[in-house]
C-alpha cells in the first residue's frame, strides 16, 4: 500500500514539474515573441524618423535652393549632400550603370536621390506586401518613398522632379492595390516646353489622377523656374505626419502653401463658371 502512494505522489509531483516547466518555457516563448515585436517596431518607426529627417533636410536646401541661376556646381552640391548621385544615360536616353567612364559632364548630367522607409525599399512578394502595407500603419509605422531627380543640359539646371508619397493597400476590383498619396513639384527652365496641366501658366497647382479607378491622391505644383517667380512656396513641404501614429497625411499637412493655393484657384474658376 505504501509503495502504491509513493509510485502516485512521485507521478503527480512528475506531472506538476512538466506543467511548470511548461508553463515557464510557454512564458519565456512568449515574453521572446513580444520582445521580438517590439524591437521590430522600434526599428522600424526609428528607420521612418530617421529618414523622415534626411527628406526634411532635403526639401529644407531645396527651399533656398536658386533654380533660376543653378548650374552643374551647385546641383551636384546639393545631390551629393544629401546622399544623391549622378546617372549615366547613352544616347537614347535609357539609364544605364554599366557602361565604363564617367557618368556625366557638366554639360549634360542628370541627379537623382531615393529616400524610404524599410518596407518600401524592401522586396517584398505580393502577399508579404499587402500584409505589411496594410497592417503596419495601424502601428504607426507608414510606408512611404522620397524621389528627387535634377537634369543638368548645357551647364545649367534644366528641369527638376521631385515627389514624396505615402504607400497605401485599397481595395479596387475586388483586389488589392498599391495607392500613393503624396505631394510633387516640377520645376522647369524652357517656357516653351513647359507642359502643366490646365492653364498655361508660370506656377500651377492641381490634383493629378493618375488613373481614372483611383482617387484623387498626388497633389501637384509646377513652376516655370526662369519666370522670376519664387519656388520656396512649391516647397514647403511638412513631413512629421508621415510618421503619424493615428492617421495619414492630408494634403493639407504634407503641403500647406501649395493646398492653400490650389484651393484659392478652385475657389476662383468655380466663381467664374457662375
Not at 6 to 32: C, G, N, P, Q
Not at 88 to 108: A, I, K, M, S
Not at 204 to 212: E, G, L, W
Request: with cysteine.
Amino acid at each position: 500500500m505504501g509503495s502504491r502512494l509513493s509510485e502516485v505522489i512521485d507521478t503527480h509531483s512528475k506531472r506538476t514539474d512538466a506543467h511548470r516547466r511548461f508553463r515557464a518555457t510557454l512564458r519565456w516563448v512568449v515574453k521572446l515573441a513580444m520582445g521580438c515585436i517590439a524591437c521590430s517596431w522600434l526599428f522600424l518607426y526609428s528607420d521612418s524618423v530617421y529618414q523622415r529627417r534626411r527628406a526634411e533636410s532635403l526639401f529644407a536646401d531645396l527651399k533656398s535652393f536658386d533654380f533660376a541661376t543653378a548650374g552643374f556646381p551647385e546641383v551636384r552640391d546639393i545631390m551629393n549632400r544629401n546622399g544623391g548621385a549622378a546617372i549615366q544615360r547613352d544616347l537614347h536616353g535609357n539609364v544605364t550603370f554599366e557602361r565604363p567612364g564617367p557618368t556625366c559632364t557638366p554639360e549634360d548630367c542628370t541627379f537623382q536621390l531615393w529616400i524610404t522607409t524599410w518596407p518600401a525599399r524592401t522586396p517584398l512578394l505580393d502577399r508579404m506586401a499587402e500584409f505589411f502595407y496594410t497592417n503596419l500603419p495601424y502601428v504607426g509605422v507608414r510606408s512611404w518613398v522620397l524621389y528627387a531627380r535634377l537634369e543638368v543640359r548645357n551647364g545649367k539646371l534644366d528641369r527638376s522632379y521631385t515627389a514624396v508619397s505615402e504607400l497605401k493597400m485599397e481595395r479596387f476590383d475586388s483586389r488589392m492595390e498599391l495607392v500613393p498619396l503624396g505631394y510633387e513639384v516640377e520645376v522647369q527652365r524652357d517656357s516653351a516646353n513647359f507642359h502643366c496641366p490646365g492653364l498655361n501658366r508660370e506656377y500651377r497647382v492641381y490634383i493629378d489622377h493618375n488613373d481614372a479607378r483611383l482617387p484623387e491622391n498626388v497633389l501637384s505644383t509646377c513652376v516655370l523656374q526662369s519666370a522670376g517667380i519664387p519656388t520656396k512656396r512649391a516647397f514647403n513641404v511638412h513631413l512629421r505626419c508621415l510618421n503619424g501614429l493615428f492617421r495619414s497625411c492630408r494634403f493639407d499637412e504634407l503641403a500647406p502653401s501649395a493646398w492653400a493655393d490650389y484651393s484659392a484657384m478652385t475657389a476662383l474658376q468655380v466663381r467664374d463658371r457662375q
